[in-house]
């Protein structure tokens, strides 16, 4: 994620020794790679809570400033969420606080409004500053890496660009339950998360589905089950088995036995016989359809559910280079084509559909 430097002015002293929350040293101030915040974005005061943690698990109270006025004390400060970004109608209220001493300016009314434990009860709905006019500041446990994604979520912004690594999402996922977010809300196909869910499939697929399943991505799950075609069962942990649930772990199985029934059912057919004629009788058209069925016996006994339409038409084929009738060449012809259509619609996505009333009528 990006950040910037931002210099608050206050003593700090006491404050950043023993919480360790402001850093005033220049050594600091050139150890992060972002711009100098101008005076005039400088807030006022910051108001940080004592670290402490209460004993319902609560971070504490907001402890009471002691800082001076010489003293300036430099924070690291997300920049999208800066002191001064508009994503909403008003100026952020709120500073959140990763555990890397990220600052986060946020709003509390969307938090609020999206979470259904008041984010953990953090922030209080009825108190707007800290009993010193600053805005509240609530320290997380949480990494800025995982706070930017819970961040970037809750405000519908792709993080995409950050690079994110699976397992810092997935602890984002895991963040955003447990401030109260529902994380199904977040993943429908038309938001980012969705899309930054979703990048991770290709490379890590059964982790991808697992993860999704495991929070109810329904949208997520189907989509990234498209590469799980060649994804072989026999290797599935018992972590992941348990992890993506009974119901998904079925329609994993069930992707792949589907997949295998229907292409069983698919080649089951020959190719259509036509009238007998002077060059091409019945024992003929037989051999034919004998031809077919050993060719398609081969396939689905070395077949994995991400056959190939490619591999079937390789297959099939080269068997019309023994066949001198031209009826029964292009009765072949039409039956690759065909099965090549229907193995392309086998369902791999739920939403996936072809219409077979558009395809010709010889085809159908
Ligand atoms: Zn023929």
């Known amino acids: 994620m ?33 711009v100098r915040t101008p005076a005039s974005l400088r807030p006022r005061q910051i108001i940080c809570p004592a670290l402490t943690t209460a004993p319902n698990g609560q971070v504490g109270t907001p402890m009471e400033s002691h800082w001076s006025a010489e003293r300036q004390v430099t924070m690291s ?20 606080v990763s555990s890397d001493q ?26 707007p500053t800290d009993g010193t006019g600053g805005p509240p500041t609530v320290v997380l446990p949480e990494s800025a890496d995982v706070l930017n994604i819970v961040l970037h979520t809750i405000y519908y912004l792709p993080a995409a660009q950050f690079l994110p690594s699976f397992e810092t999402v997935s602890l984002g996922l895991e963040s955003l339950l447990k401030y ?80 295998m029934e229907a292409l069983k059912a698919l080649l089951l057919a020959p190719p259509r016989r036509h ?49 001198e009738c031209a009826l029964c060449r292009q009765a072949l012809h039409d039956r690759v084509v065909l099965l090549m259509i229907k193995w392309a619609a086998v369902k791999v996505r739920r939403k996936r559909c072809i219409d077979f009333g558009s395809l010709p009528m010889h085809l159908r």
Request: net charge negative; with cysteine; aromatic share 10%.
């Open 180 to 259: 109260g977010f529902a994380p199904q809300l977040y993943a429908t196909p038309s938001q980012p998360l969705f899309s930054l869910l979703l990048s991770f499939a290709p490379h890590r697929p059964i982790d991808t589905f697992a993860l999704a399943a495991a929070y109810g991505l329904e949208d997520v799950a189907v989509a990234s089950s498209a590469h799980l075609l060649s994804f072989s069962l026999s290797t599935l942990t018992d972590e992941l088995a348990e992890r993506m649930g009974s119901i998904y772990l079925k329609r994993l199985f069930f992707l792949h036995l589907g997949r």
């Open 102 to 127: 990220i600052l986060f300016y946020v709003h509390r009314t969307r938090l609020l409004a999206a979470s259904a434990n008041k984010f953990k009860d953090l922030i209080n709905p009825y108190s």
């Open 77 to 96: 400060v997300s920049t999208t969420f800066q002191p001064t970004a508009m994503l909403d109608v008003t100026f952020p209220d709120i500073a959140l």
């Open 2 to 34: 990006d950040y910037f430097d931002l210099q608050l002015h206050g003593d700090g002293g006491d404050f950043n020794d023993e919480f360790g929350l402001g850093r005033s040293d220049e050594a600091l101030l050139t150890e992060q790679h972002g």
């Open 275 to 323: 009238p007998e004629a002077r060059d091409c009788d019945a024992s003929q058209q037989t051999t034919l359809a004998r031809a077919w069925a050993l060719a398609s016996a081969h396939l689905v006994w070395d077949a994995r559910p991400n056959l190939s339409t490619h591999l079937l038409r390789a297959t099939l084929l080269p068997l019309e280079r023994g066949i």
